[in-house]
């Protein structure tokens, strides 16, 4: 059964560690990550730093819940 994505957005963040709180409580919001992980170096203040960027997305509910 192919399940129908109703919305779709991101998790992001310049720390691991504040993005990977930005995606578990997306997560516990009914957020699914959707694919895998991009990362993109950006200059901020003269200094290349990693942003991390994660696709989000909520799947229509179906009558068992799914």
């Known amino acids: 059964m192919t399940r129908k994505i109703v919305k779709y957005g991101f998790a992001s963040g310049f720390n691991t560690d504040l993005f990977y709180d930005d995606i578990n409580d997306k997560i516990s919001e009914g957020w699914q990550p959707f694919g895998g992980i991009s990362v993109a ?26």
């Open 41 to 66: 170096m950006c200059n901020v203040n003269n200094e290349w730093v990693p942003y991390y960027a994660q696709a989000m997305v909520k799947y229509e509910e179906g009558e068992d819940g799914e």
